[in-house]
């Protein structure tokens, strides 16, 4: 079978046979956090060396260590770098173990993925997109702020995204509280003040509005009814496009980011019409993302309602 996922098989736009589709789409959905968390557990990673199981189990560790770094600094530790790693393979088992981190890493690993395709066959610049950067210059102030925020935390992303990191201020609150839970009863042997205190700080310090994804759901929220430009990706980039995509379709992000896969081609097509792309334009935008894509969706008669209830009777409902 071909990257394309044989869309022939999809039979558009026949509900019974899309609806198997999903089915099937869903059940490989199902088996990805299992997987993932028996590669990333796996301590002969030379059996492994899939790109995104690799990135993901990079950020769980950088997460762990950064926790770590926290703790040794709370109790007292002299040596501090020392103390994280000692301790980071077995805190980052506890991660590796908990699926909203695993999801979101995961998602953020075909973020960089989609984003470095687009990069090295289009030239798209992983920060700066021609978007971004017309959205910059918009005669809307509200506009032209959000996209300089978004820039910058772009910019950050990049760096970060290089070094496999992923700092504790840019989870969401969701994954943001499990990685302090997995923390917590790692460090349960010493659950001190000065643990506790050291949780506090950075509960305190913690401010989901201000990370990355949250600006850039800021600039999709400016641009308001022009924000279907940004589901246009050649010139919108990897970053927008997602969270665009996410916020038109009322689909989780991670989920959004997961339909990039040549798996989901169905999801991500129902995805582009329920956020109000015309059939056409679905079918540019699938072949940007699936060169080798070998057949048309054929969505013509289907509207953006249907293909946003399609989508909320599976995995885009429960996220």
Not at 43 to 54: E, I, M, W
Not at 83 to 96: K, N, Y
Not at 298 to 306: A, I, K, Q, S, V
Request: negative net charge.
């Amino acid at each position: 079978m071909t990257r394309a996922v044989a869309l022939a098989d999809a039979g558009w736009p026949e509900p019974a046979a899309l609806r198997d589709a999903l089915t099937r789409a869903d059940a490989q959905l199902d088996m990805v956090s299992p997987v993932l968390e028996h590669l990333l557990s796996a301590r002969d990673q030379s059996l492994f060396s899939d790109f995104l199981v690799a990135r993901v189990r990079g950020m769980l560790i950088d997460v762990a260590r950064q926790m770590l770094r926290v703790q040794a600094e709370a109790t007292g530790e002299k040596a501090r770098e020392q103390f994280a790693q000692s301790h980071c393979d077995a805190l980052a088992e506890r991660l590796f173990a908990t699926p909203v981190l695993v999801t979101h890493c995961h998602a953020l690993a075909l973020e960089w993925q989609l984003g470095l395709d687009l990069e090295n066959r289009f030239g798209v610049d992983q920060v700066l997109s021609s978007l971004i950067q017309q959205k910059i210059g918009d005669e809307d102030p509200e506009v032209a702020s959000a996209a300089m925020a978004a820039l910058a935390a772009q910019t950050r992303f990049v760096r970060q995204q290089r070094r496999m990191a992923l700092p504790l201020t840019e989870l969401d609150a969701e994954c943001f509280h499990a990685a302090l839970q997995s923390w917590r009863a790692y460090g349960s042997d010493d659950c001190s003040d000065a643990l506790t205190r050291a949780e506090g700080r950075l509960r305190s310090t913690y401010d989901e509005g201000e990370s990355r994804l949250a600006l850039l759901a800021r600039l999709v929220a400016a641009l308001g009814r022009r924000s279907l430009e940004a589901l246009i990706v050649q010139s919108s980039g990897a970053a927008l496009f997602l969270s665009a995509l996410a916020i038109r379709s009322d689909q989780p992000r991670s989920m959004v980011a997961r339909s990039t896969n040549a798996g989901q081609i169905v999801r991500l097509a129902l995805g582009l019409r329920a956020a109000g792309l015309k059939a056409g334009d679905v079918d540019a935008q699938l072949l940007t993302i699936h060169p080798d894509m070998t057949r048309a969706t054929e969505l013509d008669d289907l509207g953006t309602r249907e293909a946003s209830r399609w989508l909320s009777t599976g995995k885009g409902a429960a996220g």
